[in-house]
């Protein structure tokens, strides 16, 4: 295999116009009269149960923040989650350039394009859905269900990339797209280069300080971009 291209989504992807804010606010409504601590903590970069720990410590009640009350509360934001997308009447979208830069990594000799996300899968395969992109086109992928530090993601996108496919590439034949700082250094420990796209809520110099191989400001320009990726990835 010539590289592994994982993507985020949030931000990176797609936009979910704050669906997923709206769905873990109800969640979280059936618990607690006051949602005034959504605000204190930011949710980009992070995974969803990292997300539901911490906003449980800023409620005031960490204690709940159990694994099988994490759980518990994840599911109902699924629930709350099919319901927010429904609503969004079309505003759930690709970001520019996305559908175009897809199609031209797929069609790329012996590369494998996935996922890395800090969403649980079910709430990836959602999102990605709504926003018209098939969630099974991704060949492989690891997600916040699978661990709660984003950390430990790019290694598990690399077991199951050699599971289904035999092989792997290692450290730098593997590229994280992603928009926050966390993309950018999740993959550190396994040598993994980045491109950063700023169509979130960090700039090009932030994405660039934070150790970015190539700094974007949309994933438009596919063929630059296609070019910028599989260079990267085989330095």
């Not at 699924?78 to 690709?94: E, F, K, Q, S």
């Not at 012996?110 to 395969?125: F, H, K, P, Q």
Request: hydrophobic content about 45%; overall charge negative; proline content about 4%.
């Amino acid at each position: 295999m010539r590289a592994l291209i994982l993507f985020d989504i949030d931000g990176t992807l797609l936009t979910s116009a704050a669906a997923g804010r709206e769905a873990i606010g109800k969640a979280f409504a059936e618990e607690f009269d006051d949602l005034g601590f959504l605000d204190q903590i930011r949710f980009d970069g992070k995974t969803d149960p990292q997300i539901v720990r911490e906003l449980y410590a800023v409620a005031g009640h960490p204690e709940r923040a159990t694994e099988a009350a994490t759980g518990a509360l994840l599911d109902r934001y699924l629930d709350h989650l099919v319901v927010a997308l429904a609503g969004r009447d079309g505003r759930v979208t690709a970001l520019p350039g996305v559908p175009d830069l897809l199609h031209a990594l797929e069609a790329e000799v012996d590369v494998c394009v996935g996922l890395l996300t800090g969403n649980v899968v079910r709430g990836a395969e959602l999102k990605l859905n709504a926003a018209g992109l098939d969630f099974g086109r991704f060949a492989v992928g690891a997600f916040g269900s699978d661990s709660p530090h984003r950390s430990e993601l790019p290694a598990i996108a690399v077991e199951r990339t050699v599971t289904r496919f035999g092989r792997a590439p290692a450290g730098e034949r593997i590229v994280i797209i992603g928009d926050t700082p966390a993309d950018v250094t999740c993959g550190a420990a396994l040598g993994v280069h980045t491109v950063a796209v700023a169509t979130g809520s960090y700039s090009e110099q932030e994405l660039r300080a934070a150790g970015a191989a190539v700094t974007v400001p949309t994933l438009e320009r596919t063929a630059d971009l296609v070019e910028a990726i599989l260079c990267t990835s085989l330095n």
